[in-house]
């Protein structure tokens, strides 16, 4: 049977479009922030696991290399998640398993991106991922694709313009209150709306920004978390499902509905004995790189029926005081995207469950969070269920 394991400290730093740290400097802030946290010195840790999109926002080869001696990981066990989006928490999830299943009692998840090293734009690393004979030379790219699937969802469910640009409004500005926020700002659903489009109905402001960051995470097993906290967040469930990677052969039924993110959010819930997540969720931290992709995740995370992310928004259910908040701190939108450091949500959700969310707390008690990524081939999702029991 599996060790419980909990949460035991998160390290944050601020993320910025340039950062003129290196990666190890990124990743050296993170670690003694998460270390400090927790008051454990760096000999506690076990083992690694860092996260990272790819190599080629770098432009070396293991680009994870670069960071061990930031998290004093010398001579000590590492591994990498390399999933994209989903790093985000495909790379904890991983630093979750490594604690419970008996390998090591404490283990910390580093996750960095360096997005501003690529040039002209990290979107031509991107491109370089689709097929190259088959898909390649059909134009085909992530914004494209996105707005693919943003059209499907808003035509499959009746969802329209203005909700995703009421998303937008929410998350840049919770991203106010979020001190490691790259670009908190108030707009109008106006200002959403008459900014271009890069691939319709998705416009620039309906997307999160290219950005340099990193983050820590610390688990420890049941057997020595007495030591460490006498209130420890534990994760409940992990959950993730992908579908293939090759865009013409997946079998996902309808670009408007995620099923590999239903299937991974029931085997979340299953493990944390989660039936109506809509009610025993408290609060939310899902993946948006882009405002549909935030209506899409609260859908098939059953925060709303399906079909809901409308009503949602317009009820204001998801904001910072509704009743069910999502993306208190402003989300990737909001705070800023550096692909696998968005583990940030899973950071946030666990500063909400402890109540030290500063500004971003959400004004009532919060005892489960959920949080995912989104990426892979764009066709794969990751989720976490941690809280207090």
Not at 60 to 81: D, F, H, Q, W, Y
Not at 322 to 334: F, M
């Amino acid at each position: 049977m599996a060790r419980r394991v909990a949460i035991v400290s998160v390290g944050m730093d601020r993320f910025k479009g340039r950062k003129i740290e290196t990666i190890e400097e990124m990743v050296y802030k993170v670690t003694k922030d998460a270390l400090n946290r927790a008051k454990l010195p760096p000999e506690a840790i076990e083992a690694v696991v860092y996260g990272s999109a790819v190599d080629g926002f770098t432009g070396t080869n293991a680009a994870e290399k670069g960071a061990i001696g930031g998290a004093n990981a010398r001579l000590k066990p590492t591994m990498r998640s390399c999933t994209s989006g989903s790093t985000a928490i495909s790379s904890p999830i991983l630093g979750y398993y490594h604690v419970a299943s008996g390998l090591h009692h404490i283990v910390m998840s580093v996750c960095f991106e360096k997005m501003s090293e690529c040039r002209p734009h990290a979107q031509h690393v991107f491109n370089t991922c689709y097929d190259e004979h088959f898909v390649r030379p059909i134009g085909l790219n992530v914004p494209i694709q996105c707005g693919l699937e943003a059209r499907r969802f808003l035509q499959r469910y009746g969802h329209t313009e203005l909700q995703m640009a009421k998303v937008s409004v929410k998350n840049h500005g919770n991203a106010l209150d979020n001190p490691y926020a790259q670009r908190g700002k108030r707009v109008t659903t106006d200002d959403v709306m008459s900014s271009p489009y890069i691939s319709w109905p998705v416009k620039i402001m309906d997307t999160s920004p290219t950005t340099d960051g990193a983050r820590a995470v610390i688990f420890a097993s049941q057997d020595v978390i007495h030591e460490i906290t006498d209130d420890p967040v534990w994760v409940k469930g992990v959950g993730h499902c992908g579908d293939s990677v090759w865009f013409m052969g997946r079998r996902n039924s309808d670009l408007g509905r995620l099923d590999y993110a239903y299937k991974a959010a029931r085997e979340a819930y299953e493990m944390a004995g989660i039936r109506e997540p809509s009610k025993e969720i408290d609060v939310a931290e899902v993946y948006d790189p882009f405002t549909f992709k935030e209506m899409q995740h609260v859908e098939a995370l059953g925060l709303c029926p399906e079909g809901g992310a409308g009503r949602m928004i317009d009820e204001g259910i998801s904001l910072r005081e509704g009743k069910l908040p999502v993306n208190a701190s402003g989300g990737l939108i909001g705070e800023g995207n550096p692909i696998g450091a968005g583990m940030s949500r899973l950071c946030w959700a666990w500063l909400q469950v402890k109540g030290q969310a500063g500004g971003c707390q959400v004004p009532k008690e919060v005892n489960t969070a959920v949080c995912n990524g989104w990426g892979g081939m764009y066709q794969y999702n990751a989720l976490m269920v941690i809280g207090r029991t």
